[in-house]
């Protein structure tokens, strides 16, 4: 999440999150909702996640969404149904999922709960009829942060008896918060909304936020899955993406990056699978080649 995006940002990317995609036509399968985790006091649909069936045998998408580590659903109309209908569509089964939010857990509760949906997911991939061994990962926003944490730091899936390799391909789009490091220090100082955000999401120990920086976490020879980092022209966004880029390439990893020109914040989701959307062919260039 960039600290340049104001809070009535923040609002209006959550409400437009909601609108229904009027271009996507085409019919979602019947939604399945499972809970793939249960932590003593979190209330069940926070540790849940609805699966939306492709044809047997299908490679699976799983979605994270946004909103500050803080607000968000898995059935808003950028992570839902509107997706899950075009991805479908594409041959692909669909999960969206939702996991704690602050400030009533903080780092690492976020991930944790990304690793345990996957784990579910891949355990019972054979029941739910979609392929175990390809299965991709993407995220907006706060949620590509955890998409990119949860694909570089194995002690999340490890808690699980699960490799990292379970990933085959990480999605990010328009994240700005793969380095805790450099963003917490100076949005906490300032206070206000986005302060409050990055301190519930984060705390105020430095330690803490680099436990909680993909850009920071990766090492050659875990076997991390190909990136496609997606970001619109925000500096933030901008600057975060190509120092995790680069660190993936450095360790020896495949990271693509692709600047959406003249999307906004919330464009770069709520967009995909809209007919001629520049970021649409990138996703499914990128799936299509990890599908080989």
Request: charged residues 20%; hydrophobic residues 45%.
């Amino acid at each position: 999440m960039d600290p340049m995006i104001s809070r009535r940002a923040v609002a209006l990317a959550g409400i437009a999150a909601l609108m229904p995609h009027r271009a996507l036509a085409q019919s979602v399968a019947p939604r399945q909702t499972f809970r793939y985790a249960q932590s003593p006091g979190a209330p069940a649909n926070l540790q849940s996640l609805d699966l939306y069936p492709g044809p047997r045998g299908a490679p699976l998408l799983v979605f994270i969404h946004g909103g500050g580590w803080r607000i968000g659903d898995k059935q808003n109309g950028a992570a839902g149904q509107e997706k899950a209908a075009f991805f479908n569509a594409q041959g692909f089964s669909y999960a969206s999922l939702n996991y704690r939010l602050s400030p009533n857990v903080q780092h690492p509760a976020h991930v944790e709960d990304v690793a345990a949906a996957l784990a579910w997911l891949h355990d019972n991939a054979d029941a739910q009829r979609f392929d175990r061994d390809r299965i991709f990962v993407m995220g907006h926003s706060a949620g590509a942060h955890l998409a990119a944490l949860v694909a570089v730091d194995p002690r999340r899936l490890g808690a699980h008896g699960k490799p990292l390799t379970l990933i085959k391909g990480v999605i990010p789009l328009d994240g700005a918060g793969y380095d805790v490091t450099r963003q917490a220090p100076a949005t906490i100082a300032r206070g206000g909304f986005l302060g409050q955000m990055y301190a519930g999401a984060f705390g105020s120990d430095p330690a803490g936020w680099r436990d909680a920086s993909p850009a920071l976490l990766v090492e050659r020879g875990r076997g991390i899955a190909p990136f496609l980092i997606v970001h619109a022209s925000r500096r933030d966004a901008i600057s975060q993406s190509r120092q995790l880029a680069q660190a993936l390439r450095d360790a020896g990893g495949e990271a693509r990056l692709f600047e959406a020109r003249g999307y906004t914040h919330a464009d770069v989701n709520r967009r995909i699978g809209r007919e001629g959307e520049q970021v649409t062919d990138e996703i499914m260039k990128s799936l299509r080649s990890w599908l080989g």
